[in-house]
């Protein structure tokens, strides 16, 4: 094993896998400690009680201290020791628990937010002035020049007014050293708190940290970098514990995407050295694949140059604090620009996609439905008719008998929906091991996946996350593929399925245009065929 394999080992075995293996604090150690002893006397109560004490006093010191070196970061003007101020938040913020990041993050969305009472006094002096007649400034003249000084001023101050207080802090920390990394984690942990409560003043500074954040990111910014098995061995240690959507197993793995036929790049900004803000996986195939077993295979790679298509199978983030910005949009561009360059031979760019929320969305149907269905026969056999305005029968005729003719040592349910609920809700997955279950399932579950992705919509966008990240890209629907990721989460997420988007390179900006404009979700006709018949009638 090289030098490079042993590294990357050893730093797989040292990380912790869990929480209970984790370094416990001082003041955990001593209380591991306290219980283990067999007999404890009312002295070491009295002295378990008197370190919790003394650890509350300490935690809250600490806050009061990175409280003020927060405020100075942001008020002071002596730049010679600022660079020290700054580290000083820096490090003691890193230092804080959840609860105390979460209550000093509070704290500058809410008093270091702008002067509302300032830019209520300026709006009312700027409607306060008169318009010279006819608004003509434009002609050049000194005493129009004049009368349009004071609009000017205003104008000036209420720009600078309108920016909240805590905007020298991200301004200031995005140009000190590993500045920029700290911003993205005090992001993620603003979104976290989010989470946790919706906070109107705490959205108000995500809201504004990630609009700067997104500036600051611009593709101009940022290095494209091919990540090869010859880069340092701390970098593809992260590409290991970052990969989100296909886990590389084991070193034979890694070396295998990163190989002939594969190609991984990534996006690094200068201020976050050795680290990927993103990164994508590309497979070199003569045709687009099906499956995820034709991309993560065991067997030779064809040769490059008998290439056709370059099929993007895995896009991962690194950085949870820069949720919301599509940094992947300009990488899938100018990844696919790059690779026409090399390989003018290539034709073809496509995906092979997860659909996430597939399942979500279809056992929340098939629940509802399940039981709007039960309602609906209660109904007619009372009153001869049904009046349940939700109801629709998302089975085809043919699709509920087959389910219905299954045999019960198979299923149980008295309707089709209840039957393929049970089915699908099994957290073992047994269906998928039985090719009579497959059989049955297999016409229902492709129809409503392609219903799933061209008609279920949130706010006129794609429901599904993954296929609104590659549509607004300017990607069409190209193929959904039945049984093509099999794993446990393949399984868990869309019922094997998956998707290939296919990016037309002469038709990316019309279809990103249309689909920002009208939320047109562009198709190929194949798959058009799965709901036009039954839910676009």
């Known amino acids: 094993m090289n030098k490079k394999s042993l590294a990357i080992l050893m730093r797989t075995r040292m990380r912790p896998s869990d929480a209970s293996k984790l370094d416990l604090s001082p003041v955990m150690q001593h209380q591991t400690q306290s219980n283990s002893r067999g007999n404890q006397t009312d002295h070491s109560f009295s002295q378990h009680g008197n370190d919790n004490l003394n650890a509350s006093i300490n935690n809250e010191r600490n806050f009061e201290s990175v409280r003020k070196s927060m405020h100075s970061a942001i008020s002071m003007n002596k ?88 905007e020298v802090l991200f301004e200031r920390l995005n140009t000190h050293p590993g500045g920029l990394k700290s911003l993205t984690i005090l992001r993620a942990d603003i979104l976290s708190s989010l989470a946790d409560e919706n906070i109107t003043s705490l959205r108000a500074l995500d809201s504004y940290l990630k609009e700067k954040l997104g500036t600051w990111l611009s593709p101009a ?210 269906w998928a091991c039985s090719a009579e279950l497959l059989s049955a399932l297999k016409p229902p579950l492709m129809r409503l996946c392609a219903r799933y992705l061209l008609l279920e919509k949130k706010r006129g966008k794609a429901l599904d996350s993954v296929a609104n990240f590659h549509l607004q890209n300017g990607a069409m629907v190209e193929r959904i593929n039945w049984m093509a990721d099999q794993s446990e989460k393949g399984l868990s997420q869309s019922a094997g399925i998956m998707v290939n988007y296919v990016y037309r390179l002469d038709k990316i900006e019309e279809y990103a245009q249309s689909y920002f404009g ?9 798959i058009k065929r799965y709901v036009e018949e039954h839910d676009m009638a």
């Open 79 to 166: 730049t010679e020791v600022l660079d020290a101020v700054l580290n000083d938040f820096s490090e003691g913020y890193f230092s804080l628990s959840h609860e105390n990041r979460r209550k000093l993050l509070i704290i500058l969305a809410k008093e270091y937010d702008l002067n509302r009472v300032q830019v209520r006094e300026l709006i009312q002096q700027y409607l306060g002035l008169e318009l010279p007649a006819g608004n003509e400034a434009q002609s050049g003249a000194v005493e129009e020049e004049g009368l349009f000084s004071t609009f000017y001023r205003i104008e000036r101050s209420l720009r600078h007014a309108l920016k909240p207080t805590y």
């Open 518 to 526: 009208a939320g047109h979700i562009n198709a190929s006709s194949d």
């Open 221 to 430: 910014t940022l290095e494209l970098h091919l990540i090869t098995w010859d880069d340092p061995a701390s970098l593809l240690e992260k590409i290991v514990a970052y990969e989100a959507v296909h886990p590389i197993s084991n070193l034979l793995d890694l070396k295998r995407r990163l190989g002939v036929g594969r190609r991984c790049f990534g996006y690094f900004h200068p201020a976050i050295p050795g680290e990927p803000l993103i990164f994508i996986e590309v497979a070199l195939l003569k045709h687009v694949a099906q499956t995820i077993q034709e991309v993560l295979w065991n067997h030779p790679p064809i040769p490059e140059s008998e290439a056709a298509c370059a099929l993007f199978y895995s896009i991962s983030s690194t950085q949870p604090g820069l949720a919301g910005i599509n940094l992947g949009k300009f990488l899938i561009k100018r990844v696919i620009k790059l690779v026409k360059r090399d390989m003018p031979h290539i034709s073809t760019f496509a995906t092979l996609s997860p659909i996430p929320g597939f399942m979500q969305w279809l056992l929340s149907k098939l629940a509802s439905q399940s039981m709007l269905t039960e309602a609906k026969d209660t109904s007619q056999s009372s009153n001869g008719q049904s009046g349940l305005t939700f109801w629709e029968n998302i089975l085809e005729p043919e699709e509920e008998n087959t389910l219905m003719d299954l045999s019960e040592d198979f299923v149980t349910g008295k309707y089709g929906v209840e039957v393929m609920l049970n089915l699908l809700g099994s957290t073992n997955h047994e």
